[in-house]
């Protein structure tokens, strides 16, 4: 029961938390970029190209662009628009 009880608590709860959707495309850019090989590892400094690593977060911010394509704000709608094209044509010509 006491292990039940501590699945349904936030571990978090009283942390202020500095996310929002804005934050979050960024986050996401930042890891296809990392996986791209257009930035640095931040865990360990290195460029490495992970192409598939890099296809797959540009699909999750893809889906979520058609998901929320409605549900958006217009300054939302224009940087995830413009965040997924980019990294798109990144993808495109690392992959030629």
Known sequence: MADEKKCRENPMQGIPLDINF????????SSAM?????AADPSNGQVDFQPQMAKH???????LKEKFETGLDKEEQKLLC???????MAYVNKTK
């Not at 977060?57 to 889906?63: A, N, P, Q, R, S």
Request: charged share 15%; net charge negative.
């Open 34 to 38: 990392v996986a791209l090989g257009e």
């Open 82 to 88: 413009d965040i997924v094209y980019n990294l798109r």
């Open 57 to 63: 977060t540009i699909d999750v911010l893809g889906m």
């Open 22 to 29: 804005t934050t979050f495309i960024y986050s996401l850019s």
